[in-house]
T-cell receptor
Framework: KNEVEQSPQNLTAQEGEFITINCSYS?????LHWLQQHPGGGIVSLFM???GKKKHGRLIATINIQEKHSSLHITASHPRDSAVYIC?????????????FGKGTKLSVKP | NAGVTQTPKFQVLKTGQSMTLQCAQD?????MSWYRQDPGMGLRLIHY???????DQGEVPNGYNVSRSTTEDFPLRLLSAAPSQTSVYFC???????????FGQGTRLTVV
């Protein structure tokens, strides 16, 4: 079964800390997505990547295709970064390329 | 440009009742999908559509129906609600399969 594993499940940080959330997957993928779900419930796509690294503001996403692993980094974390971060992948040969989701990492940033 | 509009935001149903969750997008996206989100689990695919007139089942389709008569709309119908369908439902759309997804605000459904 194709699976997406995230770690840690829960993460508490102090404001200003550097944060890393990890995602691993089991077979070849065509793309990996990082999503953010705020306490209000809405889900927003942060990144879609298939190789290398992408940066947007204080957020950086990296992927290592050989190791089947991706990381989401948040620099200079802020309480407004508190949210659930979700990793999702599209597998080669998957049913119509649908997304397979991890269970999410709940991040809480304390002031 | 409203993106993906999903209604209602909250709903309480009695067991056996039917209802339709509405989803509309104004981005001319071909691909639309419905997911459910349950505690301790990742989002799971219920049904999806790769274009008007084409729908297919996802991972957890039982108890749900969909149709896609236009590119913009993709309603999800609960035929006879059961407590196991208590969940948060998300509609999403993208230009194509596996591409960046845009999500609706979610519907919190409780079946009593």
């Amino acid at each position: 079964k194709n699976e997406v594993e995230q770690s840690p499940q829960n993460l508490t940080a102090q404001e200003g800390e550097f944060i890393t959330i990890n995602c691993s997957y089991s077979v070849g993928i065509s793309a990996l997505h990082w999503l953010q779900q705020h306490p209000g419930g809405g889900i927003v796509s942060l990144f879609m990547l298939s190789s290398g690294k992408k940066k947007h503001g204080r957020l950086i996403a990296t992927i290592n295709i050989q190791e089947k692993h991706s990381s989401l980094h948040i620099t200079a974390s802020h309480p407004r970064d508190s949210a659930v971060y979700i990793c999702a992948v599209t597998y080669y040969g998957g049913s119509q390329g649908n997304l397979i989701f991890g269970k999410g990492t709940k991040l809480s940033v304390k002031p | 440009n409203a993106g993906v509009t999903q209604t209602p935001k909250f709903q309480v149903l009695k067991t056996g009742q039917s209802m339709t969750l509405q989803c509309a997008q104004d981005m001319n996206h071909e691909y639309m999908s419905w997911y459910r989100q349950d505690p301790g689990m990742g989002l799971r695919l219920i049904h999806y559509s790769v274009g008007a007139g084409i729908t297919d089942q996802g991972e957890v389709p039982n108890g749900y129906n969909v149709s896609r008569s236009t590119t913009e709309d993709f309603p999800l119908r609960l035929l006879s609600a059961a407590p196991s369908q208590t969940s948060v439902y998300f509609c999403a759309s993208s230009l194509g399969v596996g591409l960046r997804a845009f999500f609706g605000q979610g519907t919190r459904l409780t079946v009593v």
